[in-house]
């Protein structure tokens, strides 16, 4: 028994079993028209090709090759704005673009391998968190002493002999250095 679908009595009722099968049939033949509209482009390209002369020929050859230098050039750049990108991304930075083969980044036809281009960003060393060596090696000052430094003004208000004992207690280090 086939299923029926009827929604409303006063309608004819349908059998989803045949509009299932005409679905599938129409599938198929529109697979067949596709097959062959491929077949028949593949021909006439093939005709039009042995039909061109000598001049037409390098005509189709030299916009070929001006198609290739143009993808080429623009592919690269491409390449090296998705180098860029996917190395901001990964948070690391890249060697100088003049080293390395962009066009290794590039397919055939002139399209960008974003998986290639992924796989050498993340072969890439990520940035060190913290310093390697230790960074307190007598270059200088390092960070604040802990002494409360005095400024010129305060200066003026003191004694002589305050004067000479801040300085040795290092409260006028700032004012000496002249950041104060």
Same mark, same amino acid.
């Not at 001049?55 to 592919?75: N, P, Q, S, T």
């Not at 100088?96 to 002139?110: A, H, K, Q, R």
């Not at 890439?124 to 002494?147: H, M, S």
């Given at each position: 028994?086939? #299923?029926?679908?009827?929604e !409303?009595?006063? &309608?004819?009722?349908f059998d989803?079993a045949?509009? +299932? $099968? #005409?679905?599938?049939k129409?599938? %198929?033949?529109? *697979?067949?028209?596709?097959?062959?509209f491929?077949?028949? %482009?593949?021909e006439?390209?093939?005709?039009r090709?042995?039909?061109? %002369?000598?001049?037409e020929?390098?005509?189709e050859?030299? *916009?070929?090759? $001006? *198609?290739?230098? =143009?993808?080429g &050039?623009?592919?690269t !750049?491409?390449?090296e704005?998705e180098? !860029?990108?996917?190395?901001?991304?990964a948070?690391?930075?890249l060697?100088?673009? &003049?080293?390395?083969?962009?066009?290794s980044f590039?397919?055939?036809? @002139?399209?960008?391998?974003?998986?290639?281009?992924g796989?050498? =960003?993340?072969?890439?060393?990520?940035? =060190?968190?913290?310093?390697?060596?230790? +960074?307190?090696?007598?270059?200088g000052r390092?960070?604040?002493? @802990?002494?409360?430094?005095?400024t010129?003004?305060?200066m003026?208000?003191?004694?002589?002999?305050?004067?000479i004992a801040?300085?040795?207690e290092g409260?006028?280090d700032a =004012?000496?250095? @002249?950041?104060?």
């Amino acid at each position: 028994m086939t #299923e029926t679908l009827n929604e !409303r009595p006063d &309608e004819p009722a349908f059998d989803v079993a045949a509009l +299932q $099968a #005409e679905v599938e049939k129409w599938k %198929s033949l529109s *697979r067949k028209n596709e097959d062959r509209f491929k077949q028949a %482009s593949t021909e006439l390209h093939g005709l039009r090709q042995t039909s061109l %002369s000598d001049h037409e020929k390098a005509l189709e050859a030299a *916009r070929a090759e $001006a *198609r290739k230098a =143009v993808v080429g &050039e623009f592919g690269t !750049r491409v390449a090296e704005a998705e180098l !860029r990108a996917h190395a901001a991304k990964a948070g690391v930075e890249l060697p100088g673009l &003049e080293y390395l083969n962009v066009n290794s980044f590039i397919t055939d036809d @002139g399209a960008v391998n974003a998986d290639a281009i992924g796989q050498f =960003v993340s072969s890439l060393p990520k940035p =060190v968190e913290k310093p390697e060596f230790a +960074q307190n090696l007598g270059l200088g000052r390092q960070g604040d002493t @802990g002494v409360p430094q005095l400024t010129r003004e305060d200066m003026t208000r003191m004694t002589p002999r305050q004067i000479i004992a801040a300085k040795k207690e290092g409260k006028f280090d700032a =004012v000496q250095r @002249g950041e104060v």
